[in-house]
């Protein structure tokens, strides 16, 4: 009976020293194989640097903002490395300034927050009066594409001209878009038809692309969009015509402009003119210009802009710049 | 046992502590894909607003989405500089949780707070060009986790191995332990061991009817045993009487041989009652008869009698002969056989004297069985010596031994002889007492002077020092 107690009690203690071992082996490696981690001490008394306002203009940079003609996402992208191009060659860094809408950027560029920008037609009509802003080049389109309000409808409806639009849903980009409202306002206030009973309703979509996109997927029953805008589309995607369809054709108006500050130094804005007259001369810069769809810039002539003007009075008249 | 235990803990440690840290790898790997899917929704929805500097809409969209998992501390956005834009914190970014943020471009940072472990997971806005999404999480609970995992695979494990080392010690009480002890008192059996020595071995109920089985074999193996014994005996003292009766008609020889000498010796003295000189010569001669006759019988008796005696002992060779031609003579006149023995060393053996007596007699009586058709029978005895053995050697000119029945002579129950002459048994029985006392009995691959068979008795030789010391 001793014999069987003592091996009980060896067979305890050896089972007793296992048991440490395991333990002690698997906290071992377990502390072993944790990375050394860093303890940050979270001191909410110590207050993190506050971002700069960029409102205040350094010398050594020039403030470029692009009229959301395309989505600001889709903006940014595309019209990124003509900024940087540009900034470059007049020796600036560049601060790619972008607002939420044609107004947004009107406001900042009248409030002195832009030196630079590729608007809409709209914006240059709206901010003409402030005596702020200066035309500097204009684009020239490729394949010669001329700059048009158009009408679009989903190719498989039954609207085939501005009269079957009755009790439909408009699809408009912007309130200060020249070819995306003021020029549509006009042709259907002209034509008789009361923007606000004729149609079931209007939606601002914000861009032309998306103006576009409303379309094809049926969000709005037509639109009005820039033709630019919609040339550069089918370029990417050549089966979109298989989609939509062209209802109505605007005359030709003056393309989105290059402006300047008013307050901008000659100097500068005589590199910058330069600069962008000149950036067809080369290989980069023939491919940063067809990415955006444009051959060359041009001086901006002030003509080009008068039809512009003209409508836009008789939009101001029509009630158009208290709409919507 | 131990080996077991080192061979279970070489295999299973590893593999429990690979599996702890896959278990923490898993859950560190499924609280990275939380942060990294929320961290990717909000870069998705900011574009627009980073763009525009629109922070007020930036922070709305931080603060919704960071309330749909309870584990983040805290969401911010910083730019490319690794400025902070706009953050969850109720208060101001804390500094050094920026400098830990700016460190490097790594997805996923660790580190540690006074709150516990935070998983930081960065995801890029646009290719980094608008700046990055920072979410961060509590790894509290996970890590709780994969310690309560942990706690319970070492548990698991120590549980584990108790039974295994309870069962093994069961197992060796119950089963190893009455087994080896049943092994070695098989192994020790000895047919001359007492069986009330054999050990009482308890252990399963199936190891005790195995060790019963073992102890009522050993039982009905003793008894056989005995009973070989027996019939043993039995055969030898047949044998003994089987060549006693051979014998018989030479013993008639070895008495009427004599009987008529003295008859005649009598009957001269009966005619010359008072003649001195007769009696001179034939009382003597009488005597000698008498005293034949008695020593005949004497050794006659003595051999058959003998079998009771077990014990060996130093025995000169030329009593042995002696014996044997006492015992053979008759048998030998009888059958005009021309004996011929030879001792050409005296020396002492150690044997039984009857046991061996017998063998030599079987030896002789089957060479007087194999020559008996001869013209001119002929066998020949003849004892030599070397340091350690005695040799006897009963050589005939007999037909010999067939060669295909050379390996079977030795056999109980094998005979040449026809009908219902031979037993059989002479040849085994006399090998077997040889041996017993550490010699042996063989058969001649070769006569060496006779054409016949030649038989050789071996047996131990004892020096005569050896024998005189003892």
Known sequence: MDLKKSGIGKTIALLSVIAVIIFAFFAVLTKFYTPAEPFVDIDFATTAPERENTAQNPSDELRFAVATMWSVESTFTMYQRLIDRICTDVGLQDSFVLRSSYGSLRKAIENGEVDAAFVCTGPYIYALPSGKIKLLVEPLFVDDHQYHSVIIAPSGSNIESIKDLEGTVLGLSDPESFTGCMVPYVMFTESGYDIDTYFEKVIFTGSHDRTIHAVERGIVSAAAVHSVVLESAKREDPALMDRIKVIWTSETFGPPPIIIAAEMEDSLADSLREAFINMHNDEDGRMILSSIGIERFLPADEKNYDTAIELYERYKKLGGSNWP | ?470
């Not at chain 2, 002696?322 to 030998?332: P, T, V």
């Open chain 2, 1 to 470: 046992m131990r080996v077991g235990l080192i061979t279970l803990l070489i295999i299973f440690l590893p593999i429990g502590l690979h599996f702890i840290f896959s278990v923490k790898v898993s859950a560190e790997k499924s609280l990275f894909d939380r942060g990294h899917n929320l961290a990717s929704s909000i870069a998705a929805q900011t574009v627009d607003k980073l763009l525009v500097g629109d922070k007020l809409s930036l922070l709305d969209i931080i603060e919704n989405l960071s309330g749909t998992d309870e584990d983040v501390l805290y969401v911010c956005l910083t730019d490319p500089n690794g400025d902070v834009i706009v953050h969850t914190y109720s208060v101001t970014f804390p500094e050094n949780l920026k400098n830990v943020l700016n460190e490097n471009d790594e997805p996923m940072k660790l580190y540690r707070t006074f709150q516990g472990a935070v998983m930081n997971v960065s995801v890029p806005v646009m290719s980094g060009q608008l700046g990055t999404v920072n979410v961060g999480l509590s790894r509290n609970e996970s890590i709780a986790a994969s310690r309560h995992l942990a706690i319970i695979l070492v548990l698991g494990l120590v549980s584990g191995l108790f039974i295994i080392v309870i069962g093994a010690r069961f197992i060796t009480l119950k089963v190893s332990r009455p087994l080896n002890s049943l092994e070695q008192t098989v192994s020790h059996f000895s047919p001359y061991g007492s069986r009330t020595d054999w050990p009482e071995i308890k252990g399963t109920r199936e190891v005790s009817s195995l060790a019963d089985g073992f102890r009522e074999m050993v039982c009905r193996l003793d008894a056989l045993e005995h009973e070989r014994k027996i019939t043993e005996a039995h055969m030898v003292h047949t044998e003994r009487l089987a060549a006693l009766g051979e014998l018989a008609a030479g013993l008639t020889h070895e008495i009427r041989n004599p009987l008529d000498g003295m008859l005649e010796c009598v009957r001269y003295l009966e005619s010359n009652p008072d003649n001195e000189a007769f009696k001179e010569k034939y009382l003597p001669m009488i005597r000698n008869g008498l005293q034949r006759i008695n020593d005949v019988m004497r050794h006659m008796l003595t051999y058959a009698r003998s079998g009771s005696e077990t014990n060996s002992d130093a025995c000169p060779t030329y009593e042995l002969i002696d014996s044997l031609e006492l015992m053979l003579k008759g048998k030998i006149e009888a059958n005009n056989i021309h004996l011929t023995k030879k001792e050409s060393l005296k020396c002492i053996c150690y044997c039984n004297k009857h046991e061996t007596l017998q063998a030599s007699l079987n030896l002789v009586l089957n060479a007087i069985d194999a020559v008996k058709e001869n013209e001119a029978p002929e066998i020949d005895v003849e004892i030599r010596c070397d340091p350690n053995w005695v040799y006897l050697t009963v050589e005939d000119n007999g037909p010999g031994i067939y060669e295909l029945n050379r390996e079977k002579v030795f056999e109980p129950f094998f005979t040449t002889k026809p009908g219902d002459e031979g037993t059989g048994l002479g040849l085994a029985i006399s090998r077997q007492l040889m041996r017993a006392v550490g010699g042996d009995l063989e058969l001649s691959a070769e006569p060496k002077k006779l054409s016949g068979a030649s038989f050789i008795i071996r047996i131990p030789r004892v020096l005569e020092e050896e024998c005189c010391n003892a």
